[in-house]
């Protein structure tokens, strides 16, 4: 029996005028165990490091979920703090991929963004998402907290609507409250809509002065030089909570259902 886990992947195109296009899925709500963690924080510095490349688009496969966060399957098999610490730097190195590529990055959202995926939806430098794409970070829930994803989601929407998020951690928020808080740039009612304004959108940086737009990013990602320990910090507590006999039932219920 092939193993559920190894079955995601992540795909890069770059067009003719410089678009990369880098696009993961996974069968399971495009969860994201470690090994598409990895492959992700690969493409988006690939991406970063190649002169050809003008701006990434980064998207889901699929309309119905944007990301599912974390695989409680890998969640569930982990059994010591250096393995969870692993499981949860890989989430601190995409964000870290996201803020360190010299690339602007434009965001996609079709659907349903949990834990992880909202942590993605933030670290991109522009966002567009449909009205399905509403938001939860769940990670409480299950005896976590949303550690790793925790600053970049803050940065872009604030302490107050992420304190909101992170508490209220069983309640979907909705896509346009996702977008009065800053988190979408704009949300439409379809993806043919969303997809028309992201190729607009691209077109138009794809042609704009690549120095301009890389010294643009850096003002943006200003006083986030401490992410790299930031994040490793943050991974070893959620790596340590994952542990505990608390996180293990919840996860154990919460697969079970």
Not at 161 to 166: E, V
Request: charged share 20%; net charge neutral.
């Amino acid at each position: 029996m092939s193993n559920p886990l190894a079955q995601g992947k992540v795909t890069e195109v770059i067009s003719s005028i410089g678009i990369a296009t880098i696009e993961f899925e996974h069968p399971m709500s495009n969860s994201l165990p470690a090994n598409l963690l990895t492959k992700l924080t690969e493409a988006i510095t690939k991406a970063g490091n190649n002169d050809l490349v003008k701006v990434v688009v980064l998207k889901s496969a699929g309309q119905r979920a944007f990301c599912g966060g974390a695989s409680f399957e890998e969640l569930a098999s982990i059994e010591d703090l250096d393995e969870g610490k692993r499981f949860f730097s890989g989430f601190a190195n995409v964000i870290n991929a996201a803020r360190k590529c010299p690339k602007l990055i434009i965001g996609r959202v079709q659907g349903k963004a949990v834990g992880g995926g909202v942590g993605l939806a933030s670290a991109v430098d522009f966002c567009y998402a449909t009205s399905y794409a509403s938001v939860k970070l769940s990670e409480l829930a299950v005896g976590i907290g949303p550690f790793v994803v925790g600053p970049a989601v803050a940065r872009k929407i604030g302490n107050s609507a992420m304190s909101m998020l992170a508490i209220n951690a069983t309640n979907w928020y909705s896509a346009a409250w996702a977008k009065e808080q800053g988190l979408y740039a704009n949300v439409f009612d379809s993806t043919e809509e969303m997809d028309q304004a992201i190729d607009v959108l691209a077109n138009k940086l794809s042609s704009s002065n690549p120095e301009a737009m890389r010294l643009l990013k850096k003002t943006f990602w200003e006083n986030t030089e401490n992410w790299d320990e930031l994040l490793a910090e943050r991974a070893a507590v959620s790596g340590q909570l994952v542990l505990s006999d608390f996180t293990k039932h919840a996860i154990a219920a919460f697969k079970s259902k």
